[in-house]
Nanobody, 122 residues
Framework: QVQLVESGGGLMQAGGSLRLSCAASGRTFSSYAMGWFRQAPGKEREFVAGISGSGGFTYYADFVKGRFTIARDNAKKAVYLQMNSLKPEDTAVYYC???????????????WGQGTQVTVSS
């Protein structure tokens, strides 16, 4: 079992930065690939960024490449999403999730956090 708790969301002006954190419980955190997803009102949940269990492999949705960075600290059982150059269209609830495989497919992820709201004003 893995429990995930996100934090760090909030209200930010366009062009600003936020850092999301996801704290995990469980003894096997490093064996899980981690992903960040987001869901805007009226839209489907979409993949944002992912990272392998070791942290050696990262992958991103095209719309965040060059702006967002995912990282993890296995000793602290945490994963982070640094978001720079925020745009109003980044407004969404952001979720972290854990999977036993590296994937962009949300259906494959086994564990999910409760989400944290990010609102970007123009």
């Amino acid at each position: 079992q893995v429990q995930l708790v996100e934090s760090g969301g909030g209200l930010m002006q366009a062009g600003g930065s936020l850092r999301l954190s996801c704290a995990a419980s469980g003894r096997t955190f490093s064996s899980y690939a981690m992903g960040w997803f987001r869901q805007a009102p009226g839209k489907e949940r979409e993949f944002v960024a992912g990272i392998s269990g070791s942290g050696g492999f990262t992958y991103y949705a095209d719309f965040v490449k060059g702006r967002f960075t995912i990282a993890r600290d296995n000793a602290k059982k945490a994963v982070y999403l640094q978001m720079n150059s925020l745009k109003p269209e980044d407004t969404a609830v952001y979720y972290c999730a854990a999977s036993t495989v590296v994937t962009k497919r949300s259906s494959v992820y086994d564990y999910w956090g409760q989400g944290t709201q990010v609102t970007v004003s123009s």
